[in-house]
């Protein structure tokens, strides 16, 4: 086992869901209730992490925050280094490839409380900071709870992208998935199925977690 | 302004159109009947602040909520409102405790555990306090609602059709407790509902809405049976609307005659229509009377006609049949009798029965065209 690539995977994943946390809430929640022009538009860009391939975003994010761009020059200049083949840059592209998986789930959560369940809240004396921690968050939570997991585990797997931007270098971007490619052309198997063996268990803990909390919920509330 | 009840006016042309004004006293039951989409649910969202109109003013007790003209709009959840939503809208991760107890965010938590249970026993769900609303029957989370609504002490109370989601033993249940409810609080209380009984039974007084418009307010016997048009009478669910010509005023004898399918109908004297004029009538089907077949009595001369009954209905007791008063022209007059007098009488499809129209129970209305003028 690579313990510098766990560590760095778990540490990447963590701060990934710290972000992703209030941006998911946010932007979740505006686009549950919120109708305006071009709102599909901007869900379609949101979901494109989904459909593109890995190595693709990787690419663009890599032209992006390259020191040559306008974007790249500005954040070098904010971080005081460039952030291609760095781990700020590599939660930069977590983030933004993660969008979707924090998003989508939380979004999906707010829509299915009805309507006149926020109203009735509204009706009862609650402003709209305790109807939203008292009713809202507490219904919602099964979709954010499965958006943080299922962000987490997405990151602590991510390859393509990590490559892509990050490189491979040891303790710094070099993540469990990227050891797991590396022992492999080292023809350490051994090593490679243990990392790999862990991560096909995180996910399907990860998985049956999600799940475990939705059926709790349909029993207890539905 | 209004020192108690209700006061409204609201008037929207975009969106959902809206034209509606009406007033609610304290202890007062109003009922808004309409069908569907005529706009009784978005007058109970307008009052709660639950939906922004473009033009309006809402009076209650002494607060203004809206005036849009002053720029006023209260917030819906500083609005004291009482409101029992249609599927009753009960917080699903909550006891039935917990969901009376968010009404009471002013008190201690214990404070308002205690009150929330005081609440519950009040509308009879003593023991029920820890269930969950799934656990709950639908007239059981219908009491909960009504707890919650009432639990912040509301100036008004709105219900909106709180009896459509249980079957018709417990809504049965529901109407009297109610009754005995209202009888407690001294706040306006609206009813939306689109079941004409359910609005006569439980409402002081009821306004019809139609397309976003109000009507007609009135008790709902004056609505019933002396609508303002036949717009008003037909929503009102009368069977018996049909157009005539006014034959004759005899002022000295208070008569006003008309003209309808060949013969003479004779209603109390009306001064403000004219000889020759066409206008619409109305007869409730209830005061269409029966002549006892097998023995002639003192009321058969009151407007009487006679007809082949081609429909006949029986639906709780009460048995509603079509007569068909002038074959060749088709015209049906509807009338409903009690199952014994019906047996009695031995009413069936296909026999030959007289009635009476009552004179007092004939409304006038303006003329409109209908589809069974003749």
Redesign the interface.
């Known amino acids: 086992m690579d313990w510098n690539a766990l560590s760095l995977s778990l540490k990447l994943s963590a701060i990934t869901v710290a972000f992703l946390l209030p941006m998911g809430l946010i932007v979740g929640r505006f686009l549950a209730y919120h109708h305006f022009y071009g709102k599909s538009l901007l869900q379609a860009f949101l979901a494109i992490p989904l459909i593109l391939p890995p190595t693709v975003l990787g690419y663009y994010l890599l032209v992006l925050l390259d020191g040559g761009s306008f974007l790249g020059h500005l954040l070098e200049t904010l971080f005081g280094q460039s952030l291609v083949f760095s781990f700020e840059g590599l939660v930069i592209a977590s983030i933004i490839f993660n969008l979707p998986f924090a998003i989508q789930p939380i979004q999906a959560s707010f829509e299915s409380i009805p309507r006149e369940i926020r109203e009735a809240a509204a009706c009862c004396g609650l402003s709209p900071l305790k109807v939203l921690l008292k009713i809202e968050l507490p219904l919602a939570w099964t979709g954010i709870v499965s958006a943080m997991v299922m962000t987490f585990a997405h990151t602590l797997g991510e390859f393509g992208i990590v490559l892509m931007v990050g490189g491979n270098i040891p303790e710094e971007t070099k993540t469990l998935a990227i050891s797991i490619y590396d022992k492999v052309q080292a023809f350490d198997n051994q090593a490679a199925g243990v990392m790999s063996a862990f991560l096909l268990l995180f996910s399907v803990m990860a998985i049956s977690f999600t799940y475990l909390i939705a059926g709790r919920y349909q029993r207890h509330y539905a | 302004m209004p020192k108690t009840g209700l006061k409204l006016w609201l008037r929207q042309t975009h969106s959902i159109k809206l034209n509606i004004k009406l007033h609610c006293q304290n202890n007062e039951v109003l009922a808004l009947v309409g069908p569907s989409g005529s706009g009784k649910t978005t007058v109970l969202?307008a009052i709660?602040?639950?939906y922004s109109v473009e033009n309006g003013l809402i009076q209650c007790q002494q607060h203004c909520w809206l005036d849009t003209k002053k720029a006023i709009n209260v917030?819906?959840?500083?609005r004291?409102?009482?409101?029992v939503?249609?599927?009753y809208?009960?917080?699903?991760?909550l006891s039935a405790q917990e969901n009376v107890a968010?009404?009471l965010?002013?008190l201690s938590k214990n404070k308002r555990l205690k009150y929330a249970k005081s609440l519950l026993k009040k509308v009879h769900l003593e023991g029920l306090e820890k269930r969950?609303?799934?656990q709950l029957s639908g007239g059981q989370q219908q009491r909960v609602a009504v707890a919650?609504?009432l639990?912040?002490e509301p100036k008004i109370l709105l219900l909106d059709e709180p009896f459509s989601a249980v079957d018709q033993v417990t809504r049965r249940r529901l109407y009297k407790e109610l009754i005995e409810l209202r009888r407690s609080l001294s706040i306006p209380i609206i009813l939306v509902t689109h079941d004409l009984n359910e609005a006569t039974l439980l409402a002081d007084r009821l306004c019809l809405l139609h397309h976003g418009v109000s009507l007609q307010s009135g008790s709902p016997a004056e609505v019933s049976t002396q609508p303002v048009s036949t717009q008003v009478a037909k929503l009102m669910d009368q069977p018996n609307i049909f157009t005539a010509k006014i034959v004759e005023q005899k002022p000295e004898k208070k008569i006003t005659q008309l003209l309808w399918c060949g013969q003479i109908i004779e209603v109390g004297y009306r001064a403000n229509y004219k000889v020759g004029q066409k206008i619409c009538w109305m007869i409730p089907a209830s005061d269409v009377i029966l002549h006892r077949r097998r023995k002639s009595s003192k009321g058969e001369r009151e407007n009487p006609f006679t007809g082949k009954i081609v429909d006949y209905m029986l639906l709780g007791g009460y048995v509603t049949v079509s007569i068909e008063i002038n074959q060749p022209l088709k015209t049906y007059l509807s009338m409903s009798v009690p199952l014994h007098v019906a047996r009695r009488n031995e009413l069936a499809l296909g026999i030959f029965i007289g009635v009476s129209l009552l004179s007092d129970s004939i409304h006038l209305m303006p003329y409109e065209s209908l589809r069974n003028e003749f």
Not at chain 2, 75 to 78: D, V
Not at chain 2, 89 to 93: G, T, V
């Open positions: 969202r709660a602040g639950l917030a819906s959840h500083q004291a409102v009482g409101f939503f249609q599927n809208a009960l917080f699903p991760h968010v009404s965010n002013h969950y609303p799934m919650r609504a639990a912040r």
